[in-house]
T-cell receptor, first 114, second 118 residues
Framework: AQKITQTQPGMFVQEKEAVTLDCTYD???????LFWYKQPSSGEMIFLIY??????QNATEGRYSLNFQKARKSANLVISASQLGDSAMYFC???????????FGTGTQLKVEL | GAVVSQHPSRVICKSGTSVKIECRSL??????MFWYRQFPKQSLMLMAT?????????EQGVEKDKFLINHASLTLSTLTVTSAHPEDSSFYIC??????????????FGEGSWLTVV
């Protein structure tokens, strides 16, 4: 079974609108961390936001927020007020237990349009 | 924030030769670094875990004799692709976790290295 599932291979959003990128995960470990990274065409992986499994509140970082629904095992990324520079590939990833290996989803290609 | 640097960012090598990619943590110590491979339009796949002062741990299906990993210091890990072939052409990217922090989001990625084998 896939540990991280991103069901949207591609998404379009208009500038200044909000967009939600979906991510579901599968783990039996009670301690885990969920990450979102942005990868522009240059290839670098830019850290966006992190949610720990024991965190009581949903994580937020500027225009990024993580809609963490533990019972549903989902960790969707919400980008508010989209900008043209947000066009990139977005990856959801999970770290299980005390380890630091990340398992990545297949990514969502986001395109922001005028 | 902490920075992880990779070098070279792009490399072209001839088939049959070896190429070395460096991953450095610039302002923190990392006992563990990770090497990932990414094919075009695909996700990142973990190749191996690089442990300072000991042998790397390779993921299933990754040839350890082909992808040599050396983690000689707390700030440097190297990946050497030996006897490279065109099918080894890919994007290689490393990540590192800061030594002092045991929880949280302190996993940093390098800029990645594009390898083309001709």
């Amino acid at each position: 079974a896939q540990k991280i599932t991103q069901t949207q291979p591609g998404m379009f959003v208009q500038e200044k609108e909000a967009v939600t990128l979906d991510c579901t995960y599968d783990t039996s470990d009670p301690s885990y961390g969920l990450f979102w990274y942005k990868q522009p065409s240059s290839g670098e992986m830019i850290f966006l936001i992190y949610q720990g499994s024991y965190d009581q509140q949903n994580a937020t970082e500027g225009r990024y927020s993580l809609n963490f629904q533990k019972a549903r095992k989902s960790a969707n990324l919400v980008i508010s007020a989209s900008q043209l520079g947000d066009s990139a590939m977005y990856f959801c990833a999970m770290r299980e237990g005390g380890g630091n290996k990340l398992t990545f989803g297949t990514g969502t290609q986001l395109k922001v349009e005028l | 924030g902490a920075v992880v640097s990779q070098h070279p960012s792009r490399v072209i090598c001839k088939s049959g030769t070896s190429v070395k990619i460096e991953c450095r943590s610039l302002d923190f110590q990392a006992t563990t670094m990770f090497w990932y491979r990414q094919f075009p339009k695909q996700s990142l796949m973990l190749m191996a875990t690089s442990n300072e002062g000991s042998k790397a741990t390779y993921e299933q299906g990754v040839e350890k004799d082909k992808f040599l990993i050396n983690h000689a210091s707390l700030t440097l890990s190297t990946l050497t692709v030996t006897s490279a072939h065109p099918e080894d052409s890919s994007f290689y990217i490393c990540s590192a976790k800061e030594l002092l922090w045991e929880t949280g989001n302190t996993i940093y990625f390098g800029e990645g290295s594009w390898l083309t084998v001709v």
